[in-house]
């Protein structure tokens, strides 16, 4: 009997890497669309006759207590520094994949993302604080540093296969590096007093997860378990919870366990007994099978299997809730003229294109990047305006950043912003997408 499907086209050593950042891509253009829904849902409830009970219902107070311990926090923050948790551990689990077995292993293909997340931080926080200096509000510069991940991939998604795949990858590279700084100037900037003792207990226990993974030990749930202990102990520690993904996305095997040659000889055990009943019961043929659903399991490395677990759940469930928590903002005239809300929408919209095409074009010109032979100037100059999109981390900073008093004009200047970056970079693209067309036609230069 043969058992090989040979209608397929043969897989090949690149669709290690190239296969999951296809999914990875394809998940986040339709998370793109629920978050919209639940952007456009949150300001409706914001600005309705319900805004009150709205606005409550996210402060309502959920946990535990055990005598002098207090583990009560409000459902938003549960929300933003909890749940939130996994969408950096995600991020960072696609960050050492690509690092490790990706694109980015080459150092001058990965110096070009690089160098414009770089760019697309420091200067637009250059320009926020040029323009608040001595004003209220100057803490809140890290708000203007992210890419929104979802939204810049979705805005990509609606052209389809018009756009360059490197603009894709580039765009998602540089959305990725933006949200693993921004998470560490959250860790710096923007904690609490800090806690030695939680701390000390933190670092304890990511050495336990570390020799814990050196003694082979495999257990995906014993490590959820740890990391949850781990993040009780930062978020005791001052420092901001959220790092906690960061660090154990980074700490993450890429390496598998059963190669794909012991894999084939151990299901070549299985399918050589004969056919019936025969796998229940303490027999060889039943230690067999559990031996080749295991291998088959760990056929896979661990940055891999737990992506493809918690990805949907972070960009379907995760994400959307995030935006529907905090992107509810009553908007109100007089917010537009504020000096932090001019300040965001200057970083976003003006500050991130500058910055990430400036220091892009600096790396290839010193010769420290190379720019795939795809992405023209043009094209890239259209996702560094789609970096402006800072939605989802740039919420996350301003209700770290701003008091209550200037939280709305913040969220009002993020939406603008991120509006305003997203429709020049449609735009940009549909401009580009269009010309290219009308060259293939023959009727113009080529872009």
């Not at 989802?392 to 709305?408: E, V």
């Amino acid at each position: 009997m043969t058992h090989q499907n040979n209608s397929n086209l043969p897989t090949e050593f690149a669709d290690r890497f190239t296969k999951p950042v296809a999914r990875f891509l394809k998940i986040e253009s339709a998370a793109g669309g629920l978050l919209l829904l639940a952007v456009f849902l949150a300001l409706l409830l914001a600005n309705s006759s319900w805004a009150s009970g709205f606005f409550i219902f996210w402060e309502t107070p959920v946990g535990l207590n055990f005598g002098s311990l207090d583990f009560t926090r409000s459902l938003r923050h549960w929300i933003n520094d909890g749940l939130m948790t996994f969408f950096f551990f995600v991020i960072s689990l696609e960050l050492k994949r690509e690092l490790v077995l990706g694109e980015l292993r080459k150092p001058r293909h990965a110096a070009l993302p690089l160098a414009a997340a770089l760019g697309g931080m420091i200067v637009p926080v250059v320009i926020y604080l040029a323009l608040i200096v001595g004003q209220p509000g100057t803490h809140g510069w890290g708000t203007v540093m992210a890419t929104d991940t979802a939204f810049a991939i979705g805005c990509l998604a609606l052209f389809g296969r018009l756009v360059p795949t490197v603009l894709r990858l580039f765009l998602l590279s540089l959305a990725i590096f933006d949200d693993v700084g921004a998470i560490l100037v959250v860790a710096v900037f923007y904690g609490g007093p800090l806690s030695w003792t939680a701390t000390g207990l933190a670092i304890a226990g990511l050495g336990l997860v570390a020799g814990l993974a050196r003694l082979g030990i495999r257990s995906i749930p014993i490590y959820y378990l740890a990391g949850l202990v781990i993040w009780l102990c930062v978020d005791a520690s001052g420092i901001h919870a959220t790092i906690t993904g960061v660090v154990l996305g980074l700490m993450t095997p890429t390496r598998v366990w059963v190669s794909d040659t012991r894999l084939r000889a151990i299901l070549a055990r299985v399918l050589a007994y004969p056919g019936g009943e025969h796998w229940s019961g303490d027999t060889p043929e039943r230690s067999d099978l559990r031996a080749a659903g295991r291998a088959v399991s760990e056929s896979l490395s661990p940055v891999e299997r737990i992506e493809l677990t918690l990805h949907p759940w972070v960009g379907f469930v995760i994400m959307p809730l995030f935006a529907f928590a905090n992107a509810g903002v009553a908007i109100e005239l007089s917010d537009v003229s504020q000096k932090v809300s001019i300040a965001i929408v200057a970083g976003l919209v003006f500050g991130k294109p500058l910055g990430v095409l400036a220091f892009s074009w600096g790396a290839v010109r010193l010769g420290l990047a190379t720019r795939p032979t795809h992405l023209s100037w043009p094209f890239l100059t259209a996702g560094a305006f789609l970096a402006g999109i800072g939605f989802t981390m740039s919420l996350f900073i301003a209700n770290l950043a701003f008091d209550p008093n200037q939280l709305g004009a913040a969220k009002l200047g993020i939406l603008m912003g991120s509006a305003v970056s997203a429709i020049i970079g449609l735009l940009a693209l549909l401009w580009l997408v269009t010309r290219s067309d009308l060259r293939r036609n023959g009727t113009t230069e080529e872009v």
